[in-house]
């Protein structure tokens, strides 16, 4: 079952590198153009909201503005006219008569932008989901078999062997980082090579049922 689990989740897990690697775009590419387009002011020369339209006229109010005009702006002299959908260039608020700071691509002046992400909110939700389902991926089927493998070297000598000992003798063992001992959960009483010994100490100590047992000799 962990096995399918872990190539089964592959689809979801491409997804979300899609996800993660589109925002890293999105977000790289609007600070390189905030820093490198130049600003000039547009005039809406006209506008429509056909949303805001069906609102007013139902009485209610419109959740979702999606204006549409024509604005005019000067570049170095020469008069541009814009005309589209006011969410293609950040606006979500246009009105005849109305100044608005953009961007401009300075080496097509033609392409404006008022450079707001527009659903930030809900794009970094969906970011943010994506890389803990990622971390939590890798973590849980990838890197916590791989840590539990390699550790330090007393680790990996007498405990492995301890550990694989207790294994096949039926008991579940766990390193406890608070106390420098094995926690074993006992299937079964220890039975081959372990002897009752109260007194031993806590280095190469086994607890089974609240008893101490001393490493075989």
């Not at 971390?135 to 791989?146: E, I």
Request: charged share 15%.
């Amino acid at each position: 079952m962990f096995t399918l689990f872990r190539y089964g989740l592959i689809p979801i897990v491409i997804y979300c590198v899609v996800v993660i690697a589109a925002g890293i775009d999105v977000y790289s590419t609007n600070v390189v153009q905030k820093s490198t387009w130049p600003q000039t002011v547009v005039t809406v020369m006209q506008s429509q909201d056909f949303g805001q339209a069906v609102a007013e006229f139902r009485g209610t109010q419109n959740t979702f503005p999606d204006p549409r005009g024509t604005v005019k702006y000067v570049i170095d002299g020469e008069t541009y006219t814009w005309q589209g959908r006011g969410r293609d260039i950040g606006v979500t608020v246009m009105n005849p008569g109305d100044q608005i700071n953009i961007y401009y691509n300075p080496k097509n002046p033609r392409e404006i932008s008022t450079l707001v992400l527009l659903g930030a909110s809900t794009g970094n939700i969906i970011l943010a989901v994506a890389l803990a389902f990622l971390a939590f991926y890798v973590w849980f089927f990838w890197l916590r078999g791989f840590l539990r493998r390699s550790g330090p070297d007393d680790f990996n000598g007498a405990w492995r062997g301890l550990s694989q000992t207790v294994c096949r003798n039926g008991f579940r063992a766990k390193w406890s980082f608070r106390v420098p001992h094995w926690e074993i959960s006992a299937l079964r009483r220890p039975t081959a090579g372990w002897r009752e010994n109260p007194s031993v100490g806590v280095a190469g100590r086994l607890s089974v049922s609240g008893k101490r047992f001393a490493r075989p000799s």
